[in-house]
């Protein structure tokens, strides 16, 4: 089984904090991503990686960075946390080639102060 | 106009009945099509994948595919109260590694 595990379940930081979310997985899968989920907006890619120091840019990258040095870890990092920056956080891996599917970590409640 | 279109529901079918869970997209080139279920405070798991036109059967679960009309369906049989959940459809357009997401079906089985 694809096992994918995040740091924490509710994280809760001020704003201003910097932020660290980490996700884990055991399948040697080659894509990871990061998406944040919200009520009425669904699931927006935030980053993903294809490689091991390779990342780009989803469709809400602004405030957010990330970090693959290797290939079973990814971190999303909050430079300076804000309010709106409250969510739901999802990571994802998937194999690569071929119909890649996508498979998510428990998530991360984040919620900014 | 969205990409990945669902009906946010709430869809409410009694225990036993068929559930009919709908997605379109708008990107013709899309290659490959997902259903994922997710629990209120839970991830999204996949329940389903298809790539091919027609239909693919998993159990009680039904997906449909026509590209030629950009949909793609979920059908529930003899639905349980578990299966109450959000649905969400996914679509990867070609070889991208990127899944564009509708916002989600909230289906409700009543007992």
């Known amino acids: 089984d694809v096992k994918v595990t995040q740091s924490s379940r509710y994280l809760v930081k001020r704003t201003g904090e910097k932020v660290f979310l980490e996700c884990v997985q055991d399948m040697d899968h080659e894509n990871m991503f990061w998406y944040r989920q919200d009520p009425g907006l669904g699931l927006r890619l935030i980053y993903f990686s294809y490689d091991v120091k390779m990342k780009e840019k989803g469709d809400i990258p602004e405030g957010y960075s990330v970090s693959r040095e290797k290939k079973e870890r990814f971190s999303l990092i909050l430079e300076s946390a804000s309010t709106n920056q409250t969510s739901m956080y999802l990571c994802?891996?998937?194999?690569?080639?071929?119909?890649?599917?996508?498979?998510f970590g428990p998530g991360t409640r984040l919620t900014v102060l | 106009q969205k990409e990945v279109e669902q009906n946010s529901g709430p869809l409410s079918v009694p225990e036993g009945a068929i559930a009919s869970l709908n997605c379109t997209y708008s990107?013709?080139?899309?290659?490959?099509f997902f259903w994922y279920r997710q629990y209120s405070g839970k991830s999204p798991e996949l329940i389903m994948s298809?790539?091919?036109?027609g239909d693919k059967e998993d159990g009680r679960f039904t997906a449909q595919l026509n590209k030629a009309s950009q949909y793609v369906s979920l059908l529930i049989r003899d639905s349980q109260p578990s299966d109450s959940a959000t649905y969400l459809c996914?679509?990867?357009?070609?070889?991208?590694?990127?899944?564009?997401f509708g916002k989600g079906t909230l289906l409700t089985v009543n007992p």
């Open positions: 990107d013709r080139v899309s290659q490959s």
């Open positions: 298809i790539y091919s036109n």
């Open positions: 996914a679509v990867r357009r070609g070889s991208n590694y990127k899944l564009t």
């Open positions: 994802a891996s998937s194999l690569g080639g071929g119909p890649d599917t996508q498979y």
